[in-house]
């Protein structure tokens, strides 16, 4: 009875320590997420939950996908180095471009794989290097202002480069008839979300 | 070391007051994001059947519509909500999307088939309404992105609702069927036009 009534005590002490921890409130960061496991993982995080660098990306690796293996095999790499460079660049800037043009990648890369255009080999690298380059610089200056700093912008790459493999990848292997239209309307409505992006940014000002 | 019920509720309670503001949810202003925006479409009656009607006409069609209009809809819809977003005024918004449910519905209840282009023509007409009303609604924000994909999706999916019910057009019962619910689309757009005009 007495180890009983011990046992008690030590659990209400537990529960309210356990209790106290859960109640001390610390701040949320939606805009750059503490993984608590370093800047390379808060650079993957980052990478994964800001649709303005996810689907763009991706939208590319769709592009690339149904123009076949060559042209998936030259965005992955391009795009990802492309991306690093312009990184390390604008942490060392910090200047952030205009927020306003994060519809321009989308409307521009969603019409390429609605329309299914068919664009020549140093086309779309060109279009993979401008497309890194501008959003690679804008997380480098982000990722300088807000601390992690260069080794995020190396998870974010990483992150760019791992991402548009599998999704090119998926794409180049299965795109036999309907499949390949269900890419075309995924890129409609990549492209429409851009120019609905569009509005928001013009109502903005 | 003894906790007294006081002590163990001071314990429990002071970390509350340290409390500082979590900045997770959306600030005062901005769009309520992909489900949000997802339900938007959704929500009101007349925008379902018109939805679901293009993709039981495209079902109708056949090949190459029942891919084109998917695809090409949802860009000039967006169109449509970018001028309704920037405040560029589109006289009888509701009586033209009352009107495509109606004329969506005659021609899946007629069968009709005109060239691609009118057909492309006519739902490009009247994706500019729907797009324009849901441009005026949407909710004022910086960071629309989620919202805007979400309202897109659903409206994709409408689409996709109809192209499947309209897989019943390949048998005669079916072909029926999809005849009837046009006369349903018809009659309930007769009802969205009385409204609107009333």
Redesign the interface.
Known sequence: MKLGRSHNASLTRTVAFVSAMALWPLNAHAHLISTGLGPVYDGIIHFALTPEDLIPALALALFAGLRGKDYARRVIFVLPFSWLMAGFLGTLTAVPPPASLSWLPLLLVGGMVAADLRLSFGATTTIAVLLGAFLGYANGAAMAQAGPGLRAVLGISATVFVATTLVAAFVAAWQSGWIRIAWRVAGSWIAASGLLLLGWSLMAR | ???TSTT?CL??????A????????IQPGE?GGFLTGFLHPISGLDHVLAMVAVGLWGAQLGAPAI?LL???F??V???G??L????IPLPGVEIGIAASALLLGVAVMTERKPPLYAAAALVAFFAIFHGHAH?TELP???????Y??G???AT?CLHAVGIAIGGVHRWPVGQVALRLAGGGVGLAGVFFLWQAMA
């Open positions: 070391m003894r906790f163990r314990v429990l309670v002071l970390p509350a340290f409390a500082s503001p979590a900045f997770a949810h769009a891919w998917p695809v090409t949802p860009i819809m967006a169109f909500g970018l309704g977003l920037l405040g441009g004022p924000g910086q960071s629309g992105l989620l805007s994909l309202f897109v999706v994709g």
